[in-house]
């Protein structure tokens, strides 16, 4: 099947750096992908969707001034979390789709990238 | 906003039992999805069944989906220690936008 790779898999920052998550799909082009937040024992929360070449959408309540997200190529969206703090620690997954109609198909997802700021 | 909600939210089986979750949802659907995800790991898509099918098999898997209770239930059949996960539910209402359940954590003993 498709295969979605996520990179860092884990990190450990300082309380006011930003990190850059990278979500690739390495077999197919992903015109779509999806950004979720996944707190422990809880289910995924979807921040963003993220289009190639435009502008992502933010769902309600997800800030996008500290959650950037760019879709440069129809392979890669990146999620940065800038000054990040110890609230935004989580686990985050991306999800990508591939070109086949809406709604249609299943989504592939990342195995996840845990943050954890001290 | 969540839109599904499995129930039960933990279940814990013999191996070789058979299990069975549920999930409820609010608003039309054009598919509904679920997906297993093991601790500290993405998710694994199961199953899909669109809005106009009732029923879907693979493998041990069962679907159903019953668009009148919005509602549906994911049996599987013979479980297996590595069957040990959590189990989400999420309903696409276009475009593969996603919204995913509270989960269900299945624990299989051997």
């Known amino acids: 099947g498709a295969v979605v790779s996520q990179h860092p898999s884990w990190v450990i920052c300082k309380s006011g750096t930003s990190v850059k998550i990278e979500c690739r799909s390495l077999?197919?082009?992903?015109?779509?992908m999806f950004w979720y937040r996944q707190f422990p024992k809880q289910s995924l929360m979807l921040m963003a969707t993220s289009n190639e070449g435009s502008k992502a959408t933010y769902e309600q309540g997800v800030e996008k001034d500290k959650f950037l997200i760019n879709h440069a190529s129809l392979t890669l969206s990146t999620l940065t979390v800038t000054s990040a703090h110890p609230e935004d620690s989580s686990f985050y997954i991306c999800?990508?789709?591939?070109?086949?109609?809406?709604?249609?198909?299943?989504?592939?997802f990342g195995e996840g990238s845990r943050l954890t700021v001290l | 906003s969540q839109q599904g909600e499995e129930d039960p939210q933990a279940l814990s089986i013999q191996e070789g039992e058979n299990a069975t979750m549920n999930c409820s949802y609010k608003?039309?659907?054009?598919?509904l999805q679920w997906y297993r995800q093991n601790s500290g790991r993405g998710l694994v898509h199961l199953i899909l069944i669109r809005s106009n099918e009732r029923e879907k098999h693979s493998g041990r898997l069962r679907v159903t989906l019953d668009t009148s209770k919005k509602s549906s239930s994911l049996l599987i059949t013979a479980s297996r220690a590595a069957d040990t996960a959590s189990y989400f539910c999420?309903?696409?209402?276009?475009?593969?936008?996603?919204?995913f359940g509270k989960g269900i954590t299945l624990s299989v003993r051997p």
């Open positions: 999420a309903t696409d209402a276009g475009w593969s936008k996603l919204t």
């Open positions: 608003t039309s659907i054009n598919n």
């Open positions: 077999d197919f082009q992903a015109t779509t």
């Open positions: 999800s990508a789709r591939g070109y086949g109609g809406a709604g249609t198909g299943e989504l592939f």
